[in-house]
């Protein structure tokens, strides 16, 4: 209620009491002494009425406000005595030697007694420990104000831990000051910090003990702490990145992959360089911390290596792409086995119904056509002794069986062989004096030979020779075999020992084969050590090489190269 209602109030209640004894001194003066009719006696007093009315309107008016002013002053003192006794925390107020003259209600929930039975005691009895409540009455007797924790006794012994706040205040009307303590029981509060250390003592051990690694971002983005399993999974020490920041391009960054900031979240699968140089795969989780209000508080990233996972994916990937190519690759041999062998099977079926009409009819055969018929049979075994060995490369199984021979002889019995079969063939042979000592397969050296013999044959004009060269350099022995047909392409050349591969050229098309006799003298070479390749230029023919090591005696030991399978049996030369 504001001053000017409350002065208003007062004003009117003075005024009406003031009428009220006007009018009960006019009627004592009419009728008890005579003095006339009241109504005379009120609305016309004399002097010595007015005088007295005066008087008694003032004493009446100051009568009123000083029972007003009491009324109020005993409201609040009980409005605050109401508050003090219910208030939630306990309050006791003790003289200046600490004898306690007041409790609150709430005193009896914190020691355990009504607040009756601590009046007269002194707070040194009811402290846990009674230096520290001589301590404190001192303090409030030089500076009047202390707060701080204590431990009181409750009425069964217990120590109960409280947080107090006392100050001195001044007696009323020249009383001796009193002192005022505030009591606040801390027990949930003790309890929730003992569960909070331990938690904290919890995440501790977790974080440092952990075999997955952890690091923990503060909110400014700095990296605040890493544990010992980040630091052997990444390869670096605590000290070499404690203190530097995720912020990128900052030329202090710590590597992307050990920490979250404090805003962000991830979860994903990160490629990462060790200190050593080893490349690992790591797994990176995290997410950021916020306080109630939303702020960052810090980010906790969590790290695990899948190295091994992801190779493990990474090999099953490749087994899927193998088993698919596998299966491609069956389709792309069955569509040109299909293809190149019926070419073959319906001249000898053409030549068979042939030679069975002439046999038919009683005449002879004849060598023309016996040719033609032994021509489309070692055709036909060519195509199959490479598909058995294509075969067998895809099984690992084709199998080797190396002796030391003599190079030289071998280049020249197979130029021989390929003479008897092509005598309308002119071919060049340059060899060395001396024989050129190599440890390998004999029959498969041949196969290579003969292949390149059978590609120059196929390419090179009737009128022009095919060469064939073989040299010694730096303990290894290169066979050269040129051809003078239309060359080979840039792009053709850089794919012309692949599996199945078949130029697209006009004079290819032309040649029949399974485009699986370069793919298998590439692995038979390697498997010998050695390299194979072709030089050429379009329009000015092809050389085909292969370079193989030499050997002196006694031989190394042989061993196949990959996907090649090793066998110790000797074997003579093959056609």
């Known amino acids: 209620m504001s001053l000017a209602r409350r002065s208003g109030k007062v004003l009117l209640a003075a005024a009406g009491l003031a009428i009220l004894l006007g009018t009960l001194d006019a009627l004592v003066d009419s009728y008890l002494l005579g003095m006339g009719h009241p109504g005379e006696t009120f609305f016309h007093p004399g002097p010595y009425e007015i005088w007295t009315r005066s008087l008694v309107a003032v004493m009446t008016f100051v009568f009123v406000l000083l029972v007003g002013r009491a009324w109020r002053a005993e409201r609040d003192l009980r409005i605050f005595s109401r508050a003090v006794w219910e208030a939630p925390d306990a309050v006791r107020i003790t003289d200046r030697a600490g004898n306690i003259l007041y409790s609150n209600k709430a005193v009896e929930s914190l020691l355990g007694a009504p607040p009756e039975e601590w009046v007269g005691r002194s707070v040194v009895e009811t402290t846990a420990d009674p230096g520290k409540a001589t301590e404190i009455l001192g303090a409030l007797a030089e500076s009047g104000r202390w707060a701080g924790e204590v431990e009181v006794k409750h009425k069964d012994g217990r120590r109960i831990p409280v947080w107090l706040a006392a100050s001195r205040v001044a007696g009323a009307r020249g009383a001796p000051p009193v002192l005022i303590g505030i009591l606040r029981d801390m027990t949930e509060r003790r309890r929730a910090e003992r569960a909070l250390r331990a938690s904290e003592e919890r995440f501790r051990q977790v974080f440092e003990q952990s075999p997955i690694g952890m690091t923990i971002t503060d909110p400014r983005g700095r990296l605040a702490q890493v544990n010992d399993a980040c630091c052997r999974i990444l390869g670096f020490d605590a000290k070499e990145v404690v203190g530097r920041t995720c912020e990128p391009g900052s030329g202090d960054e710590v590597p992307s992959c050990i920490c979250v900031p404090p805003d962000g979240q991830v979860d994903e699968r990160r490629r990462f360089v060790r200190k050593d140089g080893t490349e690992i795969w790591v797994h990176v989780r995290g997410s950021a911390m916020h306080d109630d209000e939303g702020r960052p508080l810090f980010g906790l990233a969590m790290i695990t290596d899948v190295t091994d996972e992801v190779h493990v994916s990474q090999a099953l990937l490749a087994a899927k792409d193998a088993a698919e190519a596998a299966e491609r690759t069956k389709g792309e041999l069955l569509d040109i086995a299909s293809h190149e ?209 030499e050997v002196t005696a006694p031989a190394r030991p042989w061993e196949p190269g990959p996907g090649v399978a090793r066998d110790e049996r000797t074997s003579g030369h093959r056609t």
Do not use: W
């Not at 009409?357 to 021509?375: A, C, M, T």
């Open 341 to 549: 062998l019926r070419s073959p099977l319906n001249v000898l079926g053409l030549a068979v119904q042939l030679a069975q009409n002439r046999l038919s009819h009683g005449q002879p055969v004849g060598q023309e056509l016996l040719e033609k018929l032994e021509r489309q049979t070692r055709r036909l075994a060519e195509m199959v002794s490479d598909l058995l060995d294509a075969s067998r490369l895809d099984r690992g199984q084709l199998a080797m069986h190396p002796v030391p021979i003599d190079m030289r002889e071998l280049v020249e019995a197979t130029v021989e062989d390929f003479r008897s079969q092509a005598p309308d063939r002119h071919v060049s042979v340059e060899l060395p004096a001396d024989p050129v000592p190599i440890e390998a397969d004999p029959g498969r050296i041949q196969q290579i030979v003969t292949n390149f013999l059978d590609n120059a044959r196929k390419y090179t004009p009737p009128a022009s020779p095919v060469e064939v060269r073989l040299s010694r350099e730096n303990g290894s022995a290169t066979l050269e075999v040129t051809d003078h047909g239309p060359g080979i392409g840039e792009a053709d050349q850089e794919r012309l020992f692949a599996r199945f591969f078949r130029s697209a050229s006009e004079s290819t098309r032309l040649q029949p084969g399974l485009g699986l006799g370069l793919y298998i003298c590439k692995v038979i070479a390697e498997a010998h050590h050695g390299t194979i390749g072709v030089r050429s230029v379009p329009g000015s023919g092809a050389t085909f090489f292969v370079t193989l090591p």
